[in-house]
C-alpha cells in the first residue's frame, strides 16, 4: 500500500461549524504533514507530526488543531472557521520524499 | 534560508511541442530535487527526482538533471501530450528524509490539440 488516502474529499461548513479531516498511510511512515493549497499557489506547510509528536507548527491560527491518534492516522480537527480558510488541504507522508493524499476540498460559508 | 524559483507560466504549447520549465534553487549543502504535478482537482504525484550532482530523473518522457554548478533543474519533455496540461511543481528537500520541504511557486502548463 503506497498511498495516502484523505476523508471527506469535499466539505462545506459554516463559521460556527466544528468538523474534522482525517488522513491516513499505511506505508509505516513517521513523519506525517498537513498543508494548505490556495488556488494557483504551492503548498504551504501547517503542521509536521514526527513520531507522533508535533515537531513544526507554522504558525498556524489556533482555530486548527491537529491530532495524531497513532502512527498511522492524522486528524485536523476545525473550528470557528472563516471564509478565507477555504482551501485545498493536503495530507502528507514522507521517507526519502513526500507522498500527498489527495485532498479535501473545504469551503467555508 | 532554501528556496526555489521556477518560471510561473502559463505555459500554453501545441501537442507534440518540447516542453522546458525552468527551475533554480538556492540550499545550504546538497538537497535532494523533485519535480511533483498536480492535475486539476487532485493532490500532488511525484514525478521524478534526483538526490545528487548530475544525476537524471526521468519518468513519463519527463527528464530533469540536478546541475549543481548552476543550482538548476529544469524539466525537459520532447513532445507533450494534451494529457501533461497540469501544475508542475519544483521541490527541494535539505534532508534524506523528505521533510522541511520547500516548493517553487508552479509552473500551469496546458497543451492544446
Known amino acids: 500500500d503506497t498511498e495516502v488516502t484523505q476523508t471527506p474529499k469535499h466539505l462545506v461548513m459554516g463559521m460556527t461549524n466544528k468538523k474534522s479531516l482525517k488522513c491516513e498511510q499505511h506505508?509505516?511512515?513517521?513523519?506525517m504533514y498537513w498543508y494548505k493549497q490556495k488556488a494557483k499557489k504551492p503548498p504551504e506547510l501547517m503542521f509536521v507530526y514526527s513520531y507522533e509528536k508535533l515537531s513544526i507548527n507554522e504558525s498556524v491560527p489556533s482555530r486548527f488543531s491537529p491530532e495524531c491518534p497513532n502512527s498511522s492516522l492524522l486528524n485536523l480537527h476545525l473550528h470557528a472557521l472563516q471564509p478565507e480558510d477555504s482551501a485545498l488541504y493536503l495530507c502528507a507522508s514522507s521517507a526519502g520524499r513526500q507522498f500527498f493524499g489527495p485532498g479535501t476540498r473545504l469551503t467555508v460559508l | 534560508g532554501d528556496s526555489v524559483t521556477q518560471m510561473e507560466g502559463p505555459v500554453t504549447l501545441s501537442e507534440e511541442a518540447f516542453l522546458t520549465i525552468n527551475c533554480t534553487y538556492t540550499?545550504?549543502?546538497?538537497?535532494?530535487l523533485f519535480w511533483y504535478v498536480q492535475y486539476p482537482g487532485e493532490g500532488l504525484q511525484l514525478l521524478l527526482k534526483a538526490t545528487k550532482a548530475d544525476d537524471k530523473g526521468s519518468n513519463k518522457g519527463f527528464e530533469a538533471t540536478y546541475r549543481k554548478e548552476t543550482t538548476s533543474f529544469h524539466l525537459e519533455k520532447g513532445s507533450v501530450q494534451v494529457s501533461d496540461s497540469a501544475v508542475y511543481f519544483c521541490?527541494?528537500?535539505?534532508?534524506?528524509?523528505?521533510?522541511?520541504?520547500?516548493f517553487g511557486p508552479g509552473t500551469r502548463l496546458s497543451v492544446l490539440p
Open positions: 540550499a545550504t549543502g546538497y538537497p535532494s
Open positions: 506505508m509505516g511512515h513517521r513523519a
Open positions: 521541490a527541494l528537500s535539505p534532508d534524506n528524509y523528505g521533510q522541511n520541504f520547500v
